[in-house]
């Protein structure tokens, strides 16, 4: 019985060490990849800036005179023609002073009709010698101050009744009512200048964005670059425009300056309202169809183990890495002929081998997060999978799929989440 207990002991002891055995290798690390792909795609180089959405044409209509609002005749999105009637204000005053000024015109009628008989009658008497030159000179300017006077009544006669018809506000344009700043009742005063009644758009099929461009870009912009823009009532929608104006002036707030950017934007559906905060891209150069490459793809740096890898790999000394060629194959080599405008980078991939692979490429246009690999050679291609980023994980997994793009790392002290 003794002997047999120490028999069931031993197993259970052979037992225990091939599951630590078999739990030690599950649990060795390894390496694998996360991959992303080459694609053909259209790339941009953009400069991102806002502004707002308004109106090309906006006309502020104020009032010249100070009174009451008697009467409104338009409201907020009216549509309205040029001259149409869009306010009152009460007339009872201005009316009053042109029946003054139409008294105080002839008034000075009446002056001017007897400083005139006046007149004659001087120059009869001193063609008969019988008035002085003096009183005769004295006709004269009591004349001449008559007409002064009767001119300055009918301009005032004249302005009075201009007056009046401030009294009626019109459109100067025609277009859309897109703000009212008035109420019936409302007294409004024309003193050191004109209050705003109204806000008139004269088009909104035709708007513009007023961008701020920062001073590091501007000098990049462009009359008739394209831009695309979105804006936050619609977040899935692209909206087209055009560079039209970059002015001069500049503005700087906390020490940052820039400059203003008005690009031309059709708005046939109305979607567009003024006002609206819009993200712009202005497309500074486009390339189209053309083989592109994930950035992450570019930034990536291989381990030490993987060029060590690849050298022990390679056919001939052409196929190593630039960092891992040593000698004159390293001087030959770690410089490849550039094109004007365009950056070595280099690429890892997995050959048809199943064996590690390097290409060496030269890269132009990018906007940020791909970029166009320029006359690549004939393994960097559509649909190839490029490393991006090393991972690590279980032997487990890696033999599951060795060139897994996502896997899952070991926790604390070698243990995966759940294990033992």
Do not use: C
């Amino acid at each position: 019985m003794k002997r047999r207990n120490i028999w069931v002991g031993a197993a259970v002891g052979v037992l225990a060490i091939g599951a630590w055995a078999v739990t030690m290798r599950a649990n060795t690390p390894t390496t694998s990849y996360r991959f992303v792909e080459v694609t053909r795609s259209a790339v941009e180089s953009t400069v991102t800036a806002t502004g707002n959405v308004q109106a090309t044409e906006t006309v502020e209509v104020g009032t010249q005179v100070s009174g009451q609002i008697a009467e409104l005749y338009v409201d907020f999105n009216d549509r309205v023609e040029e001259g149409q009637l869009l306010a009152r204000i009460d007339p009872t005053i201005l009316e009053q002073e042109v029946r003054s000024a139409q008294v105080n015109l002839a008034r000075n009628q009446a002056d001017l009709d007897q400083a005139t008989r006046a007149l004659e009658r001087a120059e009869e008497l001193y063609a008969s010698q019988v008035l002085s030159q003096t009183e005769y000179e004295a006709a004269q300017y009591q004349h001449a101050l008559a007409e002064a006077d009767h001119e300055a009544a009918e301009i005032g006669l004249e302005r009075a009744e201009r007056n009046l018809q401030y009294s009626e506000i019109r459109a100067p344009i025609a277009g859309v009512v897109i703000a009212r700043a008035v109420e019936v009742g409302q007294t409004v005063a024309a003193s050191l200048s004109a209050p705003v009644l109204f806000v008139l758009a004269h088009d909104l099929a035709q708007m513009e964005i007023l961008a701020s461009v920062d001073e590091s870009d501007i000098g990049q912009i462009e009359e008739g670059q394209p831009v695309h823009f979105s804006v936050q009532a619609y977040p899935d929608r692209t909206f087209e425009g055009v560079v039209r104006q970059v002015r001069l002036e500049a503005s700087t707030q906390e020490n940052v300056v820039t400059y203003s950017v008005v690009v031309a934007v059709e708005n046939e559906d109305g979607s567009l309202l003024p006002g609206m905060t819009a993200t712009l891209d202005i497309v500074l150069e486009r390339a189209e169809d053309v083989l592109a490459v994930p950035n992450t793809a570019l930034r990536f740096r291989a381990t030490t183990e993987m060029q060590e890898a690849v050298v022990r790999s390679a056919d001939t000394p052409r196929d190593r890495p630039a960092t891992a060629q040593s000698g004159s194959d390293r001087g030959a080599a770690a410089e490849p002929e550039r094109a004007e405008g365009s950056t070595a980078s280099t690429l890892w991939y997995i050959g048809d081998d199943g064996r590690l692979r390097v290409a060496r490429v030269r890269t132009g246009l990018s906007d940020g997060a791909q970029t166009v690999v320029l006359d690549p050679p004939d393994d960097v291609r559509a649909g190839l999978q490029v490393i991006a980023a090393v991972t690590t994980s279980s032997t487990e997994a890696a033999a599951e799929n060795p060139f897994q793009s996502q896997q899952q790392t070991a926790g604390p002290g070698g243990r995966r989440p759940g294990g033992f």
